[in-house]
């Protein structure tokens, strides 16, 4: 797969407009491409603007599509942005600090609301599960996956009777533990692009020591999560907790400030989710590679990509609804800019 962010015109009187005023870009990013019989294409690629806000909203119409650079016609490409539900979920762990520290300074019922809007709000469009820790090596079940925001109720409130069995922290252990269920879900979804996300609260370091600092940041390295951090009060680490937050860090100087930070990283995740999109179309080559082009123009901002296909055996029938092929892959949110 080749994949390229350029800046140039698709047509000359707009080349002539970007010249003029610098070329203001959008970044188009090509995460996966699948080509099937008759003649089916799809892409599933984001939109950003070159500071990497999210472009969400664009039609079908708003892409050109060229296949050696000679523009196809929306009638005969019959051009369609698809649902991605058809091949894309998005898997969203909490993994919730239930140390003693939590339980004990009455912590928990301002940390339980802002969860339970948290994980409602990534209810809606993504599956979602709840888990806690404490000094223990396993992890404490709260809300298994689901994107039923009910559940999500229910399951938080029964956590206000949570009585706290080891009041270590055993952070290091729970992100193991948190990676390896967030693997099992993933291997288990039909649909091939998955995106996994931890988002982790905690008000201290790892006290247990049951596993190391490096155990743990391989075991992400091998992962490929999007894992973000929400770090409460002034015991943490924010070196520790920012080489563990690899998508994006925010520090709540005080409990009041917790479903803040919360907001703002469902807001993030949200908004990422809302840059990507499933493009499909019906190829009219019959044979032979070729190399294809898809441009779009939001306002006063333009961008492309670049992809090389193989369309030997292609013919008539397509339809561009067809669920795309894509081989099965993990998809990475670039770093948020969530302040420290």
């Not at 493009?279 to 306002?299: I, Q």
Request: aromatic share 6%; glycine share 8%; with cysteine.
């Amino acid at each position: 797969m080749h994949s390229r962010r350029s800046c140039w015109s698709w047509v000359p009187l707009a080349c002539g407009l970007m010249l003029a005023t610098g070329c203001a870009g959008l970044q188009l990013d090509l995460r996966n491409a699948a080509v099937q019989k008759p003649s089916n294409v799809a892409l599933y690629f984001s939109v950003e603007t070159k500071d990497g806000m999210p472009v969400p909203g664009l039609a079908a119409e708003t892409f050109n599509i060229y296949e050696d650079g000679r523009l196809i016609s929306p009638f005969e490409s019959k051009q369609t942005i698809l649902n991605p539900e058809v091949a894309v979920v998005h898997h969203v762990v909490l993994l919730m600090d239930l140390s003693g520290s939590i339980i004990e300074s009455g912590s928990l019922p301002t940390l339980i609301e802002a969860a339970r809007a948290f994980a409602e709000r990534m209810a809606q469009g993504h599956s979602v599960a709840v888990v806690g820790f404490d000094g223990r090596a396993e992890l404490i079940p709260v809300v298994d996956f689901t994107t039923n925001p009910k559940t999500v109720q229910n399951g938080l409130k029964r956590l206000a009777r949570h009585k706290v069995k080891d009041p270590s922290t055993n952070l290091n252990g729970a992100v193991v533990e948190a990676v390896e269920l967030l693997e099992k879900q993933m291997a288990a979804s039909p649909q091939p692009l998955r995106f996994g996300t931890m988002v982790v609260f905690t008000d201290g370091t790892d006290r247990a020591h049951r596993v190391s600092e490096r155990e743990m940041l391989d075991a992400l390295d091998r992962a490929s999560l999007n894992v973000f951090v929400i770090g409460l009060g002034g015991e943490i680490s924010v070196a520790q907790l920012g080489r563990l937050g690899r998508a994006g860090f925010m520090r709540a100087a005080e409990l009041a400030a917790v479903g803040k930070a919360f907001d703002e990283v469902a807001a993030f995740i949200e908004a990422a989710g809302r840059k990507f999109y499933l493009l499909s179309y019906c190829s009219p080559s019959r044979a032979g590679s070729h190399l294809l082009t898809v441009e779009v123009m939001n306002a006063d901002l333009f961008g492309s990509l670049e992809h090389r296909f193989d369309a030997e055996g292609f013919g008539p029938g397509c339809d561009p609804n067809k669920k795309p092929s894509f081989k099965a892959g993990r998809i990475r949110i670039k770093p948020a800019r969530i302040s420290k």
